[in-house]
């Protein structure tokens, strides 16, 4: 099974999704467009995915390439400046030109750090995604954003599309629990935001639904978005659901963000039930505990999330702005007052 999106996006590049099962390893035609000028692949990759990069990597020789591998550090600490710096002077040093192409292969840290290196080495080289994390691939992987994290995280970056994703159900299939379950979080969000057959298909199977069909759900809702909101304008603002509240009990505590992300969900849920009638908290948070996600904030003070609240960037002048959804798949950004936020940390359980 191998299904195509395409994003339309005039004002950089298009970019195409490719979904497949690809055994050992994508053939070259699935990874690369054709391009005759193209002579070097770069390999960027990092701990856990350094199988999947090496058997990309023999795949691409025999296609007669030269290619280049090289391990970025692990999670976070792949997206520095410093990173980011050596790994142009690698790239200097192998000759890679403007023809030539960078694939990334691992989780979202990973593509993130190689989306900006690919958008800033001679101002933009061709970028191929290759997520291995079921977050990298249904949020990471697709939209644009690169970035690394200067002081704040992702304080530098820019927003350009790549040329593809190549997602590899039989990679993500061996994921690690832990990490399926913080990338559950995200396409249950997909799901909640704009798609009530995917969070059908959670409620059926929980985290056993088949990632042949989440998969390709979760990423057409946020290619959906993306496409007619790519630099966060407007509408992309409800890919931030669960996210005001969940960054804020992310930063003061530390816990994944997928966690955190599903404990914002739940705070949201109540907001919206009382600010806009939602009647599907109840529904979300079984559904969310049943997905072995978290549904309450670990021990946090009430003002340390207001505080991290206000500092929020998706902040506006006005108040704290929530995206809340008045039904599943009804979703609708707005600036809550006071007493909504206490009901949101209210169903939490912060004291
Ligand atoms: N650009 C965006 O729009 C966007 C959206 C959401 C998240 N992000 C970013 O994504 C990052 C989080 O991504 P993540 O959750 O994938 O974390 P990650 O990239 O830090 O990876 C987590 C761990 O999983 C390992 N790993 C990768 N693939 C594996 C596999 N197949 N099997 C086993 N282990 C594997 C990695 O080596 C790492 O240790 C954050 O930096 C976040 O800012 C970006
Ligand atoms: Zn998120």
Redesign the pocket.
């Known amino acids: 099974m191998v299904e195509r999106i395409l994003i339309d996006e005039t004002t950089t590049t298009s970019s195409e999704i490719v979904i497949g099962r690809f055994g050992t390893a994508p053939e070259v035609s699935v990874v690369l467009a054709p391009r005759p000028s193209r002579q070097r692949v770069a390999l960027l990759t ?4 350094t199988r ?1 990069a090496a058997r990309i990597e023999d795949e691409l020789r025999r296609a007669g390439l030269t290619v280049a591998t090289r391990q970025l550090p ?3 600490a792949a ?1 520095t400046l410093q990173t980011a710096e050596a790994t142009f002077l690698w790239l200097n040093d192998l000759g890679m030109t403007r023809d030539d192409t960078i694939v990334a292969v ?5 593509t ?1 750090a190689a ?1 900006f290196i690919a958008a800033t080495y001679l101002r933009g080289v061709e970028v191929v995604l290759v ?3 079921l ?2 691939a249904v ?2 992987a697709v ?1 644009g ?3 690394v994290n200067v002081g704040g ?2 304080l530098a970056g820019v927003f350009r599309h790549p040329e593809r994703v190549v997602v590899d159900l039989d ?2 299939d ?3 629990r832990p ?1 399926l379950i ?2 559950t979080a ?1 396409a249950v969000k997909a799901g909640l935001i704009a798609d009530p057959v995917l969070v059908d298909l959670y409620e059926h199977a929980g985290l056993d639904a088949a990632l042949d069909e989440v998969v390709p759900r979760a990423m057409r809702v946020k290619a959906a978005v993306v496409s007619g909101d790519f630099r966060e304008g407007g509408h992309r603002a409800i890919l931030n659901y669960g996210h005001t509240v969940g960054h804020a009990i992310e930063t003061a505590t530390g816990i994944p ?1 997928g966690h955190a992300v599903a404990v914002g969900m739940v705070a949201a849920g109540a907001a919206a039930e009382s600010a806009v009638g939602f009647a599907g908290a109840q529904r979300q948070r079984r559904l969310l505990e049943a997905l072995a996600l978290p549904v309450a904030a670990p021990a946090v003070e009430r003002q340390e999330l207001h505080r991290l609240m206000a500092l929020d960037k998706k902040r506006d002048r006005s108040g704290i702005r929530m995206v809340l959804l008045r039904d599943i798949a009804e979703p609708t950004v707005v600036t809550v007052d006071a007493a909504t936020v206490d009901a949101a940390l209210d169903a939490i359980g912060v004291a």
């Open positions: 990092h701990d856990g995915a999947v692990d999670r976070e997206k691992g989780g979202g840290a990973l993130d989306g997520p291995t994390t977050l990298g949020d990471a939209g954003k690169t970035a995280k992702n990679v993500l061996g994921l690690p990490l913080e990338g995200e963000h």
